[in-house]
């Protein structure tokens, strides 16, 4: 069965400092791994996307995830934090074997202080 | 959200009522999915389709009921069944069949019970 683990609800960073958001997975094999940010009451965006190759994956808006194979980890990252990321950031799965369903993380409230 | 369609932005329902949720896309995508989202609760997959005339269940189908006589709409009938709905309801689209594919959102909707 595959799942993800966001292990920080609320995340607080000030304005201009670097960002992580944390995620790890459990899938058997290699997976497909997403991030997708929600604006309130908006769908969610898609950010960015890990299929194969380099580890370091650069997406929208300046932010960036690594792939940890060993660890089993795909954390989103950005430089330098601005106010208007604060938002609600989910992590998703997906195996390689199979079409299954993207599979979510219960998210993370980023709020970015001024 | 640009491609999905979704109404209406806000629905609210009687107790005992069934109501239909429209989720729309032009992107010529083969595969539809509804999600349900409530506060700390992340994604829940209610009902995903691949194909048109072919539905699956998901996590969380118990008192939900959707169709797919057309490749462009997916619509979700919450009914009197489901004892909890106020939630808000996200559908999402893909392209096909190809594992790497990104996964797109709606603009949601919300569901109220009065």
């Known amino acids: 069965a595959q799942s993800v683990a966001q292990p920080e609800d609320q995340v607080n960073v000030a304005e201009g400092n670097p960002l992580t958001v944390k995620c790890t997975y459990s899938v058997s094999g290699n997976p497909y791994l997403f991030w997708y940010v929600q604006y309130p009451n908006r769908g969610l965006q898609f950010l960015l996307k890990y299929i194969t190759g380099d580890n370091l994956v650069k997406g929208s808006y300046g932010f960036e995830a690594e792939f940890n194979k060993s660890q089993t980890s795909f954390h989103l990252k950005k430089p330098s934090a601005l106010v208007s990321d604060s938002a609600l950031y989910f992590c998703a799965v997906r195996t390689r074997s199979g079409n299954t369903p993207l599979v979510f993380g219960k998210g993370t409230r980023l709020s970015v202080i001024a | 959200d640009g491609g999905i369609t979704q109404s209406p932005k806000y629905l609210f329902r009687k107790e005992g009522q069934n109501v239909t949720l429209s989720c729309e896309q032009n992107?010529?995508?083969?595969?539809m999915y509804w999600y349900r989202q409530d506060p700390g609760q992340g994604l829940r997959l209610i009902y995903y389709s691949q194909i048109v005339n072919d539905f699956q269940k998901g996590d969380i189908a118990e008192g939900y009921s959707v169709s797919r006589e057309k490749k462009e709409s997916f619509p979700l009938t919450v009914t009197s069944a489901q004892k909890n709905p106020t939630a808000f309801y996200l559908c999402?689209?893909?392209?096909?069949?190809?594992?790497?594919?990104?996964?797109?959102f709606g603009p949601g909707t919300r569901l109220t019970v009065l």
């Open positions: 992107l010529n995508h083969d595969a």
């Open positions: 999402a689209s893909r392209r096909g069949q190809g594992l790497t594919d990104t996964q797109y």
